[in-house]
T-cell receptor, first 115, second 111 residues
Framework: KAGVTQTPRYLIKTRGQQVTLSCSPI?????VSWYQQTPGQGLQFLFE???????NKGNFPGRFSGRQFSNSRSEMNVSTLELGDSALYLC??????????????FGPGTRLTVL | QKEVEQNSGPLSVPEGAIASLNCTYS??????FFWYRQYSGKSPELIMS????GDKEDGRFTAQLNKASQYVSLLIRDSQPSDSATYLC???????????FGKGTSLLVTP
């Protein structure tokens, strides 16, 4: 089975621009979660989508948004980029079942650099 | 804010020794616990999951869970230089579907 894929792998943007990142989950997985990883803050949860609905959201400003399509692929968008948005953005997919046993598998990540 | 705490390290062990990585969590009703390994510049990869008190073994890896003490650990037996990485503890909290991650422990296995 193919793993989680993310595109693009690397991005360089300037302050004020916007960016869209894409994630394709493992076949059969209906949940997609997005995380931001920085050296200082570690892995921080952005949001989670299941069957095209956002089920959970982390503590990030409204500049960070996402969506999920009917084929479970997901995109996240960051508008009005700031220098502090430079990070590794990770997508993780899972079956999305409630309770114990729902394991998340990570994609390779998108490295975003904001200049 | 539900916390997951790990010693940042680096933890240095000689090749062939046992590496012991520890994690504490604050949400008493957490159900699921995971250990991920992350090599520099790569994404996290799942090593083990554990849901019940006690030990769970998989090859050279043993996860230990003590819900009363809110403590989960990972033992790596016969450590190899290729085990040198950052180990992330993740906890599925009682509410919602997001994993809470610790900031990771850096492990260095020296030949």
């Amino acid at each position: 089975k193919a793993g989680v894929t993310q595109t693009p792998r690397y991005l360089i943007k300037t302050r004020g621009q916007q960016v869209t990142l894409s994630c394709s989950p493992i076949s059969g997985h209906r949940s997609v979660s997005w995380y931001q990883q920085t050296p200082g803050q570690g892995l921080q949860f952005l949001f989670e989508y299941f069957s095209e609905t956002q089920r959970n959201k982390g503590n990030f400003p409204g500049r960070f948004s996402g969506r999920q399509f009917s084929n479970s692929r997901s995109e996240m968008n960051v508008s009005t980029l700031e220098l502090g948005d430079s990070a590794l953005y990770l997508c993780a997919s899972s079956l999305g079942s409630q309770g114990r046993g729902d394991t998340q598998y990570f994609g390779p990540g998108t490295r975003l650099t904001v200049l | 804010q539900k916390e997951v705490e790990q010693n940042s390290g680096p933890l240095s062990v000689p090749e062939g020794a046992i590496a012991s990585l520890n994690c504490t969590y604050s949400d008493r009703v957490s159900q699921s616990f995971f250990w991920y390994r992350q090599y520099s510049g790569k994404s996290p990869e799942l090593i083990m999951s554990i849901y019940s008190n006690g030990d769970k073994e998989d090859g050279r890896f043993t996860a230990q869970l003590n819900k009363a003490s809110q403590y989960v650990s990972l033992l790596i037996r016969d450590s190899q230089p290729s085990d040198s990485a950052t180990y992330l503890c993740a906890v599925n909290p009682s509410s919602g579907y997001a994993l809470n991650f610790g900031k990771g422990t850096s492990l260095l296995v020296t030949p």
